[in-house]
């Protein structure tokens, strides 16, 4: 079990109703964490359309999540 803090930008955020949370998951990559917190908040998008960073730093899909660490899950942005 990991500890993790996650974070929310954009729809994610709306989604969820917050902007980061602590969480214990047991998955085993960052996949499995972003399809249990989409379960739970009912976000709309799928992981492809999405980036994940962990401690600042863009991560691999199939990456660990490491305790202790700061999840980001990224939608894409759109602009003008």
């Known amino acids: ?12 955020r ?3 109703g917050l902007a980061e ?3 214990d998951t047991d998955a085993a990559d960052l996949a499995g964490l972003y399809e249990a917190l989409r379960a739970r908040h009912g976000f709309a998008l799928p992981r492809k359309r999405l980036r994940v960073a962990v401690d600042g730093a863009f991560a691999c ?3 660990a999540p ?3 660490s700061e999840v980001a899950f990224i ?4 602009g003008g």
């Open 14 to 16: 709306d989604a969820a």
């Open 75 to 78: 939608p894409p942005v759109s």
């Open 61 to 63: 899909w199939g990456d």
């Open 66 to 68: 490491r305790a202790g």
């Open 1 to 12: 079990m990991s500890r993790l803090t996650v974070l929310y930008f954009a729809s994610l």
């Open 21 to 23: 949370e602590t969480v």
